[in-house]
């Protein structure tokens, strides 16, 4: 059966970084996209970035986190890593990997996604 599990979340002080892992497991990378979502309390979940199958490996990351957090992967632990940098307070969420078949294309409407994981905290406070 189909396995995500996050890892990686905890308390991290403004400007500091952190870096998610998801842990694929009765699904390949070959075929599925893997999208990283959020949800803070009291607002909707939100795509933050996906990386499709490795036909293509094409990434996407909403405005918000541009330029401060990278998606990559590695086939061999079929594991999906979020690296994040210069964290800020609004980054604060409970924090999600999906999988859905192929393609990243419209991750963030949360349409197409088949698989969730459970959640990893993130909290960012001085």
């Known amino acids: 059966q189909v396995k995500l599990v996050e890892s990686g979340g905890g308390l991290v002080q403004p400007g500091g970084s952190l870096r998610l892992s998801c842990a694929a497991s009765?699904?390949?990378?070959?075929?599925?996209?893997i999208g990283w979502f959020r949800q803070a309390p009291g607002r909707e979940r939100e795509g933050v970035s996906c990386i499709a199958s490795n036909s293509d490996n094409s990434t996407d990351y909403t405005d918000s986190v541009k330029g401060r957090f990278t998606i990559s992967k590695d086939n061999g632990k079929n594991t999906v890593y979020l690296q994040m940098h210069s964290l800020k307070p609004e980054d604060t969420a409970v924090y999600y990997c999906?999988?859905?078949?192929?393609?990243?294309?419209?991750?963030?409407?949360?349409?197409?996604?088949?698989?969730w994981g459970q959640g990893t905290q993130v909290t960012v406070s001085s």
């Open positions: 999906a999988a859905q078949p192929w393609i990243c294309s419209g991750y963030s409407t949360l349409q197409r996604l088949q698989y």
């Open positions: 009765g699904l390949s990378l070959d075929y599925y996209a």
